[in-house]
Structures are given as structure tokens and as C-alpha cells.
Antibody, heavy 121, light 110 residues
């Protein structure tokens, strides 16, 4: 069965960086895009970008350009989302989600449990 | 891009039907049949309910249905049950490989 396991909660100071991991299992890692979505406390979901684990190609939401980097390590079926120059309003739960672009178009089919990132001085 | 607009809250009694709207623009909802809907219980990850506007993944109850008219997508929950009390969010493809989520709707079962 498809599983996405994310790294644990992080507490960071303003200006620092955070790197969240998302380890996939139960399917061929390189065949499915990974999306990243965040949710600030009490707020809605916010799309951050995606990575193609096969090619490493990425596409980021414009608001995160220059601050976010998504990478992958195919040897351990893991994708990473690094956010730099953290601000207090980056405090959120960060989710990875697997897409499915085969015979159907399912942009967010399976979700990881989320990683809470708290930014505070 | 701006978030899609959803009502903050919708409520209904058990057994009733409710509809949640998701209003976008001609650049997202209106241009593509690629709206997804998610259910999220407190402290949990979102769960996919609808994809490609009206299709249900395996295992999702047929009480959930999706549709679209112009720039507005809708999720209808029929035969409302206590377990349907949760937050619901829509998401649309917005062109150039980007996506936009809705503002979210809290569903209360009276």
C-alpha cells in the first residue's frame, strides 16, 4: 500500500532554514510526482510546488520562488522540501502528497501525515 | 493567484443534503475540469474525495459528488452523517503546472 512518511516536527528561529523529508513506499518512486502543500494554524491549504522524482524537475508557486527548494534521493525513495529565510508566518503543517498522472489526473491522491514547523524567536 | 472562494461554514441535519461551493475564475476552475475536493478531520491529513471534477476514488462513498458550472465547482454531500463533520477544501489546476486551493469550509452536522 502507498505510504508517505514525513520527518518529525521542527522548531526554528526566524531567518533559519528547514528541510522536511517525505519517504515513499508501496509503489515505484520515480513514476509519480510529489506535491508539497502547507497549512498554517486555522487556515486553508496552500500549494507550494511539485517535484518529478524521475527527472528532478520542479515547479514552485510564485510566492515561494527563491525560498523553496525541492529535491529527491531516488536511492532511498525520499523527497525533500527546504524552505529558507523562515518567518513567523511560515509556521504551518507541511504535507507531501503523491500525484497520479497515468490514465487519470489525480493531483493529490495520497497524503503524508504532515510535519509541523514552528518558527519562533 | 488568489485562493478559490468557499463559504466559511455550512451546516445540515443528519440525512439532509448540503452543497459546498468553490468559486474561482476563468483562469482556473472555469478553464479546466481538474477540480479536486478533500475532507479533513481535526489534526489529520486531507483525504481525497473527488478528482477531475466529479470522479470518486475507490473507497469513497457515493454520498459525495462533484460538479461544475462556469467558474464555480460544487461538492454535494447527500444523506449527511455525523462522521461527515469536518473541513472541506477544493483545489483547481490553474495552468502552467500550478494549483490553487480554496479557503476551506467547515461542515457542521446539527
Amino acid at each position: 500500500q502507498v505510504q508517505l512518511v514525513q520527518s518529525g516536527a521542527e522548531m526554528k528561529k526566524p531567518g533559519a532554514s528547514v528541510k522536511v523529508s517525505c519517504k515513499a513506499s508501496g509503489y515505484t518512486f520515480t513514476n509519480y510526482y510529489i506535491q508539497w502543500v502547507r497549512q498554517a494554524p486555522g487556515q486553508g491549504l496552500e500549494w507550494m510546488g511539485w517535484i518529478n522524482p524521475n527527472s528532478g524537475d520542479t515547479n514552485y508557486e510564485q510566492n515561494f520562488q527563491g525560498r523553496v527548494t525541492m529535491t529527491r534521493d531516488t536511492s532511498i525513495s525520499t523527497t525533500y522540501m527546504e524552505l529558507s529565510r523562515l518567518r513567523s508566518d511560515d509556521t504551518a503543517v507541511y504535507y507531501c502528497a503523491r500525484a497520479n498522472y497515468g490514465q487519470v489526473t489525480i493531483d493529490f491522491e495520497y497524503w503524508g501525515p504532515g510535519t509541523l514547523v514552528t518558527v519562533s524567536s | 493567484q488568489s485562493a478559490l472562494t468557499q463559504p466559511a461554514s455550512v451546516s445540515g441535519s443528519p440525512g439532509q443534503s448540503i452543497t459546498i461551493s468553490c468559486t474561482g475564475t476563468s483562469s482556473d476552475v472555469g478553464s479546466y475540469n481538474l477540480v479536486s475536493w478533500f475532507q479533513q478531520h481535526p489534526g489529520k491529513a486531507p483525504k481525497l474525495l473527488i478528482y477531475e471534477g466529479s470522479k470518486r476514488p475507490s473507497g469513497v462513498s457515493n454520498r459525495f459528488s462533484g460538479s461544475k458550472s462556469g467558474n464555480t465547482a460544487s461538492l454535494t454531500i447527500s444523506g449527511l452523517q455525523a462522521e461527515d463533520e469536518a473541513d472541506y477544501s477544493c483545489c483547481s489546476y490553474a495552468g502552467r503546472s500550478t494549483y490553487v486551493f480554496g479557503t476551506g469550509t467547515k461542515v457542521t452536522v446539527l
